[in-house]
C-alpha cells in the first residue's frame, strides 16, 4: 500500500528557503516515479519536478534554478529544497507517485493527472 506522508511546510519571508520532506512507504525505486505539486489558492494543481525510476529529474520552469528534489533511498524520504522563495510560491505542497507516467530531461514534469497516490499536503506561505 503506497503512503506518502509531506511535513515541513510553514510561514517564511520572500528571499528565504524551506526543505519539504515526503515520507514515502509502498514504493520502490523500481516501479513509481515520485513528484511534488502544488496548488495556490484560485489555481489548478501544478507539477513541479519528478523523479522517475531511471534518476532523471525534470522541473517546470517556474522553480527551475530555485528548488531541488532528492530522494533519500535507505530512509525512502522524498525531499523539495526550495531557494529564493516568492510570494507566488505560496501553495498547499504535495508529493504524489505514479506507476505510469515518466520524466523525460528538460520536458516539464508529468501533469497532476498522471499520478495514482498522493499525500496529505503540507501549507508554505511566503509573506513580502
Known amino acids: 500500500q503506497v503512503q506518502l506522508v509531506e511535513s515541513g511546510g510553514g510561514s517564511v519571508q520572500a528571499g528565504e528557503s524551506l526543505r519539504l520532506s515526503c515520507k514515502v512507504s509502498?514504493?520502490?525505486?523500481?516501479?513509481?516515479?515520485l513528484g511534488w505539486l502544488r496548488q495556490a489558492p484560485g489555481k489548478e494543481r501544478e507539477g513541479l519536478a519528478a523523479?522517475?525510476?531511471?534518476?532523471?529529474?525534470t522541473y517546470a520552469g517556474s522553480v527551475k534554478g530555485r528548488f531541488t528534489m532528492s530522494r533519500d533511498y535507505v530512509n525512502n524520504i522524498l525531499y523539495l529544497q526550495m531557494n529564493f522563495l516568492k510570494p507566488e510560491d505560496t501553495a498547499m505542497y504535495y508529493c504524489?507517485?505514479?506507476?505510469?507516467?515518466?520524466?523525460?530531461?528538460?520536458?516539464?514534469?508529468?501533469?497532476?493527472?498522471?499520478?495514482?497516490?498522493w499525500g496529505q499536503g503540507t501549507h508554505v506561505t511566503v509573506s513580502s
Open positions: 523523479l522517475d525510476t531511471d534518476d532523471t529529474i
Open positions: 509502498g514504493v520502490t525505486k523500481n516501479n513509481y516515479l
Open positions: 504524489a507517485a505514479s506507476s505510469t507516467a515518466w520524466a523525460r530531461p528538460e520536458s516539464p514534469p508529468p501533469s497532476p493527472s498522471e499520478y495514482e497516490y
